[in-house]
């Protein structure tokens, strides 16, 4: 299993929900835990910006607590920042054909139960799994 270093982007219970199961499917993997886009900013180019930097973003964008086009438009537009592999996850299609405008790496319904939670994750666990990264994304 490839270690994986992934922030998820959404409010307190299902952000920890997810992180939960993703660690039980790759227990290698850093999951860091941001409830809105200012948090998410912050570990990405702000005070507590991690290091070294996730590859890896799953942000939800139909939340109230979180502006996720402005975080879409604010990472695709950073240069260091920009080739960073974003998945939405939502349970609405509202913002669906705006969030792919952002050159996202894919658009997830957000899975609803533990089962379909567990399913959802470990796909993505399986592709992250056998694709390459760049070595240093270090900023």
């Known amino acids: 299993m490839k270690d994986l270093n992934i922030i998820i982007i ?3 219970t299902d952000g920890q929900k997810a992180k939960d199961v993703f660690l039980e499917i790759n227990s290698h993997s850093t999951v860091y835990l941001a ?3 200012v948090e998410a900013w912050s ?3 702000g005070d507590t910006k991690l290091n070294p930097l996730p590859k890896i973003i799953i942000v939800d964008v139909n939340k109230k607590e979180v502006n996720g086009m402005v975080l879409l438009d604010k990472i695709r537009n950073h240069p260091l920042l920009k080739s960073l592999l974003v998945f939405v996850l939502s349970d609405s299609d509202t913002n669906k054909e705006e969030a792919l405008k952002f050159n996202i790496a894919g658009y997830i319904n957000k899975p609803l139960d533990t089962e379909s939670s567990v399913e ?8 992250l799994s056998i694709i390459e990264f760049p070595r240093d994304n270090q900023i």
Request: aromatic share 12%; net charge negative; proline share 0%.
């Open 10 to 12: 959404d409010h307190k």
């Open 35 to 37: 409830d809105n886009d």
């Open 120 to 127: 959802v994750y470990s796909k993505l666990n399986e592709y």
């Open 43 to 45: 570990l990405l180019d």
